[in-house]
């Protein structure tokens, strides 16, 4: 992993009205044109730190494939639907997609 840099357990939310925990998970795939690794690294694990500062985003891991540099995979998990929308319009997340 890139991003959190040590294995980290999931941390799921507490809900006091319900026996079951569900968590919006969201996995993205993508594949950064060659000699971009660096640039694209440094801006979603800028991304992926002001996201987990959020009450509504339960992970959000950066990983890269040993063998192939140039793909990558971003592992989100949101508490609910709202959490998921808010994570989408925030500055940090439209920062990250404009520079993409």
């Known amino acids: 992993p890139r991003f959190p840099l040590k294995a980290s357990n999931w941390m799921y939310p507490?809900?006091?009205d319900d026996d079951e925990t569900e968590l919006i998970c969201r996995h993205l795939s993508i594949r950064v044109d060659e000699n971009a690794e660096k640039e694209f690294l440094e801006l979603t694990i800028l991304n992926a730190r002001n996201s987990i500062m959020s009450d509504g985003v339960a992970r959000f891991d950066v990983l890269?494939?040993?063998?192939d540099p140039q793909q990558f995979m971003i592992v989100?998990?949101?508490?609910n639907e709202e959490a998921q929308k808010a994570h989408e319009g925030s500055e940090?997340?439209?920062?990250?997609?404009?520079n993409l």
């Open 92 to 98: 940090h997340n439209q920062r990250w997609l404009a």
């Open 76 to 79: 989100q998990a949101f508490k």
């Open 64 to 67: 890269q494939h040993d063998d």
């Open 14 to 16: 507490e809900d006091d």
